[in-house]
């Protein structure tokens, strides 16, 4: 089945600590995005990438890192940097290029709880 | 900058009733795209439709339609007969060629609808 993965599902860290989460798309898809969820709150974007080997900052980068070595992988780190780093965190992608905006495919999202 | 407004936070309604979900945005862009996505307790975002700034024909879906103005720059979605299952989050969502096509989300409208 084509789609987006997010693992784990439920995260639990002491402060302090850094952290990544992954994401795993087979969609075929040049564009990946990171988004953060809190409680009452829209999405909000923290990074994105068109292409692999580049991304940009979003919103609300500071205390986030990511990576993009093969098309189908955008791993986020979260690091001690973050100061509120607790919430729901939703890696989303699409075919993205050619001057045209597609939808986005979400994948189930990642709770993290730092404590 | 880019802005969506989602004003009802909550909304309860009951079965077969008619709900409208506003949402109004901004943006000094010519070319934009307009998206909602539905969110169910799981947490996963579905995607329901994309529109972008040159097409303003309304749109049917089933019981779900959506109204663009560009002149009230707002992209309203009304579920028709709703049913139990439409209980979720929807979301409205705008994204532009400057931010790589990431989705600048308004904070969400909750739906519940009761037997």
């Known amino acids: 089945d084509g789609g987006i993965t997010q693992s784990p599902k439920y995260l639990f860290r002491k402060e302090g600590q850094n952290v990544t989460l992954s994401c795993e798309q087979n969609l075929n898809h040049d564009a990946m995005y990171w988004y953060r969820q809190d409680p009452g709150q829209g999405l909000r974007l923290i990074y994105y990438s068109q292409i692999v080997n580049d991304f940009q900052k979003g919103d609300i980068a500071e205390g986030y890192s990511v990576s993009r070595e093969k098309k189908e992988s955008f791993p986020l780190t979260v690091t001690s940097a973050q100061k509120n780093p607790t919430a729901f965190y939703l890696c989303?992608?699409?075919?993205?290029?050619?001057?045209?905006?597609?939808?986005?495919?979400f994948g189930p999202g990642t709770r993290l709880t730092v404590t | 900058a880019q802005k969506v407004t989602q004003a009802q936070t909550e909304i309860s309604v009951v079965e077969k009733e008619d709900v409208t979900l506003d949402c109004v945005y901004e943006?000094?862009?010519?070319?934009?795209?307009l998206f909602w996505y539905k969110q169910p307790p799981s947490g996963e975002l579905v995607f329901l439709i994309r529109?972008?700034?040159?097409?303003?024909q309304n749109e049917i879906s089933g019981r779900y339609s959506w109204n663009f103005q560009k002149s009230t720059s707002s992209f309203n979605f009304t579920i028709t007969a709703s049913q139990v299952v439409d209980s979720a989050v929807y979301f409205c969502?705008?994204?532009?060629?400057?931010?790589?096509?990431?989705?600048?989300f308004g904070k969400g409208t909750s739906l519940l609808v009761t037997p």
């Open positions: 529109r972008n700034s040159f097409d303003e």
């Open positions: 989303a992608s699409s075919i993205g290029g050619q001057g045209v905006s597609y939808e986005q495919y």
């Open positions: 943006t000094r862009d010519t070319t934009y795209y």
């Open positions: 969502a705008l994204s532009v060629f400057d931010s790589g096509y990431a989705l600048n």
